[in-house]
């Protein structure tokens, strides 16, 4: 057997540890290699701002193939946008839409409300406060009718331009502000991409905001491409939808409140057609009057009779 050790041997000397600050840690493996410094998570600054707008588009129910095709093809031109199922169109509807706005996270809206299968009505509101306005929206033409040559990528971030006229009334400069908002795609958005590759185009004509839509084109070949200072040489190719907004009223809540504008030149379309009824029925008028007319001068002036008139019959 062997010697037991002495009490003060087993007291093994442990051995001194070097400080925290001393010990190298092993850099972290990465796919593309060994990571020399910490990773840092990037924070946005306290005073920095950061775009979080999100747009919750629908629309109500009985609406059109065409309208329904107009809303599609603004939910394909904006990554920032949340779709969601048709609602009521009833007066109790900015109370449902705002809570609809409210689970989607969402801070603003764009409601198509469809009536009598005929007319197109586009809501463009702020949620919870406002404002809100109603358009009358005219001249729709989608992308699947036009069959137009241009095309940009999905999701990218367009450029808006405004006519110079948004800038000479109030309301004009308040709608022109939700348009920004609503329609400009946030930065680093992550169903955005980083280019500018088309052109939204607002103006005013006549007292209605009329929208394109425009790719930006360089002509180019494979081997000789343009500079990066050769904007003289980029075309505009219209890309589609096309509609025409004419604005009805600016509420100052959240799909209602108190009026803030109301568009004094706007006439319903039910105006319209009870109008072209009534034309349509003063024809009528007019020919009934006419035969009665004929049978009045008939009756007033009897032709005389032919002496010829029995010659043959037998």
């Not at 007291?11 to 796919?31: C, F, G, M, Y």
């Not at 306290?46 to 999100?54: A, H, S």
């Not at 048709?86 to 809206?109: D, F, I, P, R």
């Not at 029925?281 to 009756?299: E, I, P, S």
Request: with cysteine.
């Amino acid at each position: 057997m062997g010697k037991k050790r002495k009490h003060s041997e087993t007291n093994a000397v442990e051995p001194t540890k070097k400080d925290d600050n001393t010990i190298e840690e092993r850099p972290k493996r990465t796919l593309l290699g060994w990571k020399d410094k910490p990773e840092v998570k990037e924070t946005d600054a306290p005073g920095v701002f950061r775009n979080k707008e999100k747009v919750l588009v629908t629309c109500s129910r009985r609406i059109n193939f065409r309208y329904r095709h107009l809303m599609l093809n603004v939910v394909s031109l904006l990554p920032h946008c949340k779709k969601d199922n048709k609602v009521e169109s009833k007066s109790s509807k900015g109370a449902t839409l705002n809570e609809l706005v409210e689970l989607k996270s969402c801070s603003s809206c764009l409601f198509f409300e469809c009536r009598k299968h005929k007319d197109l009505y586009l809501w463009m509101a702020k949620s919870p406060n406002g404002p809100s306005v109603k358009f009358l929206v005219n001249a729709v033409h989608t992308m699947e009718e036009l069959k137009l040559t241009g095309n940009h990528l999905k999701g990218s971030r367009p450029l808006l331009t405004f006519s110079a006229n948004f800038d000479n009334n109030a309301h004009w400069k308040l709608i022109k502000e939700m348009i920004v908002q609503i329609f400009g795609t946030p930065k680093e958005h992550r169903k955005s991409k980083p280019y500018y590759d088309h052109v939204f185009a607002f103006s005013i004509v006549d007292d209605h905001v009329w929208f394109r839509n425009y790719q930006i084109t360089v002509p180019h070949n494979e081997s000789d491409k343009v500079a990066r200072g050769g904007l003289d040489k980029m075309t505009l190719v219209e890309v589609g939808p096309r509609f025409c907004l004419n604005p009805i009223k600016i509420f100052g809540g959240s799909f209602g409140g108190p009026t803030l504008y109301e568009n004094p030149f706007y006439v319903s379309p039910n105006q319209i057609r009870a109008l072209e009824k009534r034309q349509k029925a003063g024809k009528y008028a007019k020919k009934v009057k006419a035969k009665t007319r004929r049978k009045m001068h008939q009756l007033a002036n009897p032709l005389e009779p032919d002496e010829y008139a029995d010659m043959w019959k037998e």
